[in-house]
């Protein structure tokens, strides 16, 4: 199978565990745990994928820097091919705080190169080597995204699958009306019930699968400790729970979700199917401090699976 294309942003995650509550100005307040990472959504599917012995190539920008080395050098360890990563003096590596408890968490991030990334930066002979192309990060990848519909139709014309999460909107504008006419070069896509809702402009992700229903897009909409849900080819809405686990920290979940979703969807496994074991990587990833220091290889998932009901 040709290797999963990642295009995405690089950035290092500082990770605090076990907070109780937000910081206020003027105050301060003590984490339980701290653990310093790999991050960004799109590092972290690349790795989940890899977990799962997907082969994997990464394009993306980083710093010349401590952090940009850093995250680099995870890729490479993780098996990841990264000729396609491209280090620049003028750069600093994106760093992102999260501040998380077991059930959700919160962000702030200093984008850095995140935003450095263009369409064009990913050539023709980078999509003849691969056969799916996933994108993450839509919002915060802002170089990448006015060529991205051109992008995906190119990877399309080469014969690859394509992919896109779209992640949080920090603007929170959402509504972006070329949106449709990119997702109709989208194969499955992958947002969290509130992006869902914001860009569809709907108010529950359920409706939300139907303003998005196009007659080609497979939409998933990951609804954190509730499970996922998609249309079946009848249109009714499948649902699938998340799986029991003791969570840790769901930092990077949805993008492990995606890992394992995509996975099971490049080898044909019914829809069904392909929920859960988005669902299964994404509940497992939640055990460890970190987006990837948990994330499950293909045996965890299986035994996971046949151990459920």
Known sequence: MKPVLVAGEINVDLVFSGCATL?????EMLAEGFRQGPGSSSMICAMGLARLGEPVAFAGRAGRDAWGDACVAALREAGIDVVAVRQEEALRTGVTVALSAAHDRALVTYPGAVAALRAEDVGDDLLARAGHLHVSSYYLQAALRPGLRELFARARRAGLTTSLDPGFDPAQCWRDEGFAALLEQVDVFLPNALEACAISGEDTPARALHAFANGRTRTVVKCGGEGCIALDEEGRT??????PVVAVDSTGAG???????????RRALPLRECLRWGSACGSLSTRGLGGTACQPGEADVRHLLAAAP
Not at 23 to 27: L, T
């Open 255 to 265: 993008d492990s979700f995606d890992a394992g979703f995509l996975h099971a969807w």
């Open 23 to 27: 910081p206020a100005f003027g105050r």
């Open 238 to 243: 499948l649902a699938v729970p998340a799986f």
